[in-house]
């Protein structure tokens, strides 16, 4: 006897299958971030526990992001080739392993080495899954990668806080276990619910891959976008750095623990980063870019206060602009580049976590001379830029808008 499917219970189970995307979307970030920026909140007690400077220390924080910008383009070529699940779901059970192992090290020349390991697993999620959701969703695009960068932010936050506060309560090799199990349990959540790719076209072979990425070297618009992420990263890597030590210090004298509930500001990201997909989607990139800017200066200017309640409002309204401003330079990276959206990715982010690295290097200059406040002239500067490289890699969309389809129509 044949069952007969309506129509409403077709468009329930599409419904159903969609979410379920998403969640997989939202948990692949969320697992990938736990790891990325974990040892912020630990970087005053690591200084004290490896007899190191602060420059050393923030290495932990280098040493990953700089891995990233490596790894990032030939992750993005790889996937080009054989599919996008395919590379996502194995990089989230290999970066398991060195977090996992990174609870091993004995001295800060190991741990660095692991967190540098860690990084070069990360691009098999993050350049490819905007390359995915760029495919995948046509037409909602801004609400679903919204919600991919929803999952970092909290993922982001989660690995911060957890870290932070076992630190404090118990050591801090038990963070770097409990991060590895939970990358192991959303590898698992991601490799069930997030379907197979139905619009991806294999490149023949990977040095079909590599012109593409050549040919994106050559589009001025993608490098002005590559560029935005450079500054994007320097700025938020520059800060959640940097502010550890200067809440450590009198008259602050933040604890680990509390140094990591500190990063609760990073849920406010998890409403705002929604909301700018739709308000992206609404007022076009250049209205969300300067929104973006606006939050950011004036987060910046919030920290300089003598008030621990105002320099916590401050990092939540920056950190809130720079996720205003990843999620409208994401949209836009995978609509400018048209073709090879995987290589494209992979460019991208490698500027990005590029200009992650080159924010926990250069900070270090103006912390060591000007303290805080001269960080923070840094930051403003470098969001001045982000602006100007924003209009240029938006410029030829009337407007500001951001089309709906890509603006190369090209096969993939």
């Not at 159903?16 to 998403?22: M, V, W, Y």
């Not at 996992?100 to 080495?113: D, G, K, R, V």
């Not at 989660?158 to 770097?176: D, E, P, S, T, Y």
């Amino acid at each position: 006897m044949s069952v007969i499917v309506t129509p409403a219970a077709r468009t329930a189970r599409l419904e159903k299958s969609f979410d379920l995307a998403i969640f997989a979307a939202m948990i692949a970030g969320a697992c990938t971030f736990l790891n990325v920026y974990c040892t912020q909140p630990l970087l005053p007690f690591f200084q004290r526990f490896f007899h190191a400077s602060e420059i050393e220390v923030s290495m932990t924080v280098g040493a990953i992001t700089l891995a990233v910008a490596l790894m990032a383009p030939v992750t993005g070529m790889i996937a080009e080739t054989i599919g996008r699940k395919k590379v996502i779901v194995p990089a989230l059970f290999a970066l398991a392993v060195p977090t996992l192992l990174a609870a091993t090290s004995q001295s800060l020349h190991a741990l660095i080495f692991w967190r540098f390991a860690q990084g070069l697993f990360v691009p098999g999620v993050i350049a490819v899954m905007m390359a995915y959701i760029n495919e995948e969703f046509a037409g909602r695009v801004g609400t679903v990668m919204s919600a991919y960068v929803a999952g970092t932010v909290f993922g982001g936050f989660l690995g911060r806080f957890l870290v932070g506060v076992i630190a404090a309560h118990w050591n801090w090799r038990a963070g770097f276990v409990t991060l590895g199990i939970l990358d192991l349990f959303g590898a698992l959540a991601v490799r069930q619910w997030l379907p197979l790719a139905v619009n991806f076209v294999p490149a023949k072979h990977v040095f079909k891959s590599a012109r593409d990425t050549w040919g994106h070297l050559r589009n001025p618009r993608l490098l002005a976008i590559c560029g935005l992420g450079f500054t994007v990263l320097f700025s938020l890597v520059g800060v959640f750095t940097y502010v550890n030590f200067y809440l450590a210090q009198p008259p602050f004298n933040l604890t680990p623990a509390e140094l990591g509930s500190l990063f609760f500001v990073y849920l406010l990201g998890c409403v705002v980063t929604p909301l700018a997909g739709r308000f992206l989607d609404r007022h076009g990139f250049r209205r969300t870019m300067l929104l973006s800017l606006g939050m950011c200066l004036g987060g910046l200017l919030l920290t300089l206060a003598p008030s621990l309640k105002l320099v916590i409002a401050g990092l939540a309204i920056f950190s809130s602009g720079i996720f205003v401003s990843q999620s409208a330079a994401t949209v836009l990276m995978g609509q400018v580049a048209g073709r090879a959206r995987s290589a494209a990715a992979g460019l991208y982010v490698t500027f990005y976590y590029a200009g992650g690295s080159a924010g926990a290097a250069v900070t270090a200059w103006f912390w060591l001379r000007g303290g805080w406040p001269a960080c923070v002239g840094l930051f403003a500067g470098v969001s001045l830029i982000t602006l100007i490289l924003a209009l240029a890699g938006g410029k030829s969309v009337a407007g500001g808008e951001i089309p709906r389809e890509p603006i190369v129509e090209t096969a993939i």
